[in-house]
Each structure stands twice: as structure tokens, then as C-alpha cells.
């Protein structure tokens, strides 16, 4: 089991969106694990093959406690009943406090359906009178991660300091060399990536800041880890 569950439609949304925050988290003892709903394949240069290297390489370097792949279909993911239960068991399996799942406005349909599918399953994950694996969970808190195919960047909800994680990070997306290594273009995404979080830190006086956005209003209870 774990306290945090980061979920992503595809091998390196995770690392790209929150990757340093995941060792942040790591250092301060939370168990971690991340979900892929797909493969991420077909790509112009992976493999199925390639990207479970990748991936796998990737958890290694971040140092997450376990990483799943669900066999939910690249470019045709879908908010369906079978899928809700699909991700719905996993968490009812890891029992987290905390679920990050992606942005809810992109322009890539796996992001805007894998994020309105990991709300759903979030929700069936506590049903109970199911035949589902696992016990009723419920989530305590729900984030969303920024993702990279909007050349924009939105007014996060809150910025974290992971100045300590970006070398990491930097090593987890360097581990994806079929998707950020072929070509010009591909190869810039890491770059675009670290100047988006520079851009992010420098809001909140750190080197470097992952945002995250909320869909409902957070409270305090100590004013010691605010910036």
C-alpha cells in the first residue's frame, strides 16, 4: 500500500508533471507509486518493449515504491465503466490518502479523458455491494499535475519547492530516450520542462517549483509550510 498514487495516461506523464515533487514526497517518508492507464504506444520510435524499459528505469531513478501499467488503449482512452474499474481496483488495492492526476484542459484527449477517468474511478473505488477487488477506499485528497502539450501555463493552486528532486527528475526524463532523444523537436521537451519549473520556482523564491490545481478549496491547519 501507499499514501500517494500518481496516475498518468502514458509512461513519462508523471515524471514530465511532477517528477521531483514524487522525491520530495519520497524524502519526507510517504510511500509513492505510480499508474499508467496505457503503454503509450504506438510512438514513432518505442516499442511496448522499449517503454516498459523506460518506465521501469525511470521508477528506479526517482525511487518509487512500485509502478503499474493498466492495458488501457493509447490514443482511444475512453471514461468507461470497465476502465472506472480497472484503476478503481488498484486503488482500492493501495489504499492512498492522496491521488495526483493530470490536468483537466489539454489539448491531447488522453489527458482530458484520463483525467475526467480518474475522477470516476477515484469515485467507484469507495462503492461497496460490488463484486470489485478490494475493500471500499476513499481518497482524502485529490491534485492535479500540469502537463506539457498546451504551450501555456496556468495559475497553479499551490507551488512546491523541488529545487532538492529536479536532478532526479532531470535523470528520470533523460530515462524515456525513445520520446525525448530521437529528434530536435523531442529532445527540447526536457529543456521546456526545466524552464517551465524555473519559471515556477522563481514564484515562490526557490530554483525550481512543480504547480498543482485544485478543484476545490484547501484548508490549513498550520501556517509553518507555507512559503
Not at 93 to 104: A, L
Not at 151 to 172: L, Y
Not at 206 to 226: D, P
Request: glycine residues 8%; proline residues 4%; negative net charge.
Amino acid at each position: 500500500m501507499v499514501d500517494v498514487l500518481a496516475i498518468g495516461p502514458h509512461p513519462d506523464d508523471v515524471e514530465l508533471g511532477m517528477g521531483a515533487t514524487l522525491v520530495h514526497l519520497l524524502g519526507e517518508d510517504y510511500g509513492v507509486g505510480i499508474v499508467d492507464l496505457t503503454d503509450g504506444e504506438p510512438t514513432p520510435f518505442g516499442t511496448p518493449e522499449i517503454r516498459r524499459q523506460e518506465s521501469a528505469e525511470a521508477a528506479k531513478i526517482l525511487g518509487v515504491n512500485f509502478r503499474a501499467t493498466l492495458d488501457m488503449k493509447n490514443r482511444w482512452l475512453f471514461d468507461t465503466v470497465e476502465n472506472r474499474i480497472k484503476l478503481a481496483e488498484v486503488i482500492r488495492e493501495q489504499r492512498p490518502e492522496i491521488v495526483f492526476i493530470p490536468y483537466w484542459d489539454d489539448s491531447h484527449p488522453d489527458h482530458v479523458i484520463g483525467s475526467a477517468l480518474c475522477m470516476s474511478a477515484i469515485f467507484t473505488a469507495r462503492l461497496t455491494k460490488t463484486d470489485m477487488i478490494g475493500e471500499p477506499h476513499r481518497v482524502r485528497r485529490v491534485f492535479h499535475f500540469n502537463s506539457i502539450h498546451l504551450k501555456t501555463i496556468a495559475r497553479p493552486a499551490f507551488i512546491v519547492d523541488v529545487s532538492a528532486g529536479m536532478e532526479k527528475k532531470i535523470a528520470a526524463m533523460r530515462a524515456y530516450k525513445s520520446q525525448f532523444g530521437m529528434t530536435e523537436t523531442s529532445k527540447g521537451v526536457i529543456e521546456r520542462i526545466c524552464a517551465m519549473n524555473r519559471y515556477l520556482g522563481s514564484m515562490i523564491g526557490a530554483q525550481y517549483g512543480e504547480g498543482f490545481f485544485v478543484k476545490e478549496e484547501l484548508g490549513v491547519r498550520s501556517m509553518r509550510g507555507i512559503i
